[in-house]
């Protein structure tokens, strides 16, 4: 992956009651790093999501495709990181997790958002227009 395309990067840390049973973070909690680093992305941008669906423009996940690497464990320390284009109505968030430490990929995601407006998918200009310096 060509490190240049990332525009954002948030640093998390693991948490012990995300582990399983064999000691390694449980592959459902990548779904909240994951969401958690697209909020803090549009948070920093001042488009925090809570506003936008105030005035009507909801963006949900339409899909979402993950490949898991390298496990994380107690202690660990990850960058998650990101980029976006935009495919007609959809915003595809290239999502990638790393050990801080090393640099081990973790997690590579793509994550497909489209916007709805009173129930119906809207093209999203509204939020393009936001972070058109990104796409």
Known sequence: MNQDKYIFTLEVGV?????????IVN???YLHYLEHTRHAFVKQEGIPFGSLTREGLVPVVRRMEIDYHTPL?????MLSRLW??????????HQDIFK???GDP???AVVTIVCMENGRINRGDDLAERIAKYL
Not at 84 to 93: L, V
């Open 15 to 23: 948490r012990d009651y995300e582990l399983d049973s064999e000691g």
């Open 27 to 29: 592959n459902a909690n």
């Open 73 to 77: 464990r107690s202690g660990d320390v």
């Open 84 to 93: 976006i284009e935009r495919a007609g109505a959809r915003f595809i968030f």
């Open 100 to 102: 801080k430490e090393g």
């Open 106 to 108: 973790v997690v590579s």
